[in-house]
């Protein structure tokens, strides 16, 4: 069964911090770079966070410093992870896992809103 299922997010104020899972159910997901995702309200979905199956990373510049991805890939289950720091109220969105480049599979995503 394929199946991506993210979590974490929450309501934070400006300069908080949050902790983003991915649980990615499925083989192909042990397969493939993976990325965060997100989507701010009235606009696009946009690739803020990557990894490689080698472990290296890359970012959007909006995020790069404040932002860290990771994945744990030696459990049965595929887990992907973005550490989100100095948030600031530009960061509210949904945000998605997925493959990278982006599969056809989408979770549910979680909503992270920063406000004071």
């Known amino acids: 069964q394929v199946q991506l299922v993210e979590s974490g997010g929450g309501l934070v104020q400006p300069g908080g911090s949050l902790r983003l899972s991915c649980a990615a159910s499925?083989?192909?997901?042990?397969?493939?770079?993976m990325g965060w995702y997100r989507q701010p309200p009235g606009k696009q979905r946009e690739l803020v966070a990557a990894i490689a199956l080698g472990g290296s990373t890359n970012y959007a510049d909006s995020v790069k410093g404040r932002f860290t991805i990771s994945r744990d890939r030696d459990k049965a289950q595929n887990t992907v992870y973005l550490q989100m720091n100095s948030l600031k109220p530009e960061d509210t969105a949904v945000y998605y896992c997925?493959?990278?480049?982006?599969?056809?599979?989408w979770g549910q995503g979680t909503q992270v809103t920063v406000s004071s």
């Open positions: 997925n493959t990278n480049p982006q599969s056809r599979y």
């Open positions: 499925g083989s192909i997901f042990r397969l493939y770079d």
